[in-house]
Nanobody, 120 residues
């Protein structure tokens, strides 16, 4: 199973970006999908996650500015980021709880990370 993230880049404060992450491989089912971020010198932190049924949860720091969504048919999770601030600058990682074909358990998988830089 691989998670491929895309959509990062450089944006001015107040701008928007949309991140995407697609899971591929011998996938039977995906439970929770989410986004984390890690800024230089800081620990990785949860940004948002969404259940298979579409229930979303957000970190307080992004509530009202970011929207997480998913397309179960495409095994893809999105993060729409609006009103971006310099403090949102970080490497963003996608995460998925995946059950592979032929297995009963769910395992945790991570994408490679995509850089988001908010600067004027």
């Amino acid at each position: 199973v691989q998670l491929q993230a895309s959509g990062g880049g450089l944006v001015q404060p107040g701008g928007s970006l949309r991140l995407s992450c697609t899971a591929s491989g011998r996938i039977s089912s995906i439970n929770t999908m989410g986004w984390y971020r890690q800024a230089p010198g800081k620990q990785r932190e949860l940004v948002a996650f969404v259940t298979r049924g579409g229930t979303a949860n957000y970190a307080d720091s992004v509530m009202g500015r970011f929207t997480i969504s998913r397309d179960n048919a495409k095994n893809t999770v999105y993060l729409q980021m609006n009103s971006l601030k310099p403090e949102d600058t970080a490497v963003y990682y996608c995460n998925a709880d995946v059950r592979r074909v032929g297995f009963l358990r769910f395992d945790d998988y991570w994408g490679q990370g995509t850089q988001v830089t908010v600067s004027s």
